[in-house]
């Protein structure tokens, strides 16, 4: 699923493509946690949790701290997993919605 899917904007019946926000995404006590090693990439992530590597942007939007010019996650360094996809993709979609 592409993040850009929640970018479209209707206005006067035309569609186009507009900036897109991402949500807080609050933690979970079901969040998983893991520690990163080396090679451990954003895409391989959410395709190990998920099952889909294109939801790496919910990984990379809870995790503040990382940087935003790559998909590598250096070794050692925490990172929170949010638990639930359908609860992100739901407030991702919202917020999304009511621009």
Do not use: C, H
């Amino acid at each position: 699923m592409s993040r850009y899917k929640f970018t479209s904007v209707r206005q006067e019946e035309v569609p186009r493509r507009g900036t897109l926000i991402y949500p807080y995404i609050p933690e979970n006590a079901e969040d998983i946690y893991v520690i990163s090693t080396v090679g451990d990439r954003l895409d391989i992530l959410a395709s190990n949790y998920y099952g889909d590597s294109s939801m790496w942007w919910v990984i990379a939007s809870a995790n503040p701290l990382l940087k935003r010019d790559t998909l590598t996650v250096p070794p050692g360094l925490q990172v929170r997993v949010p638990y639930s996809k359908q609860e992100v993709i739901k407030k991702i979609t919202q917020e999304n919605n009511q621009r």
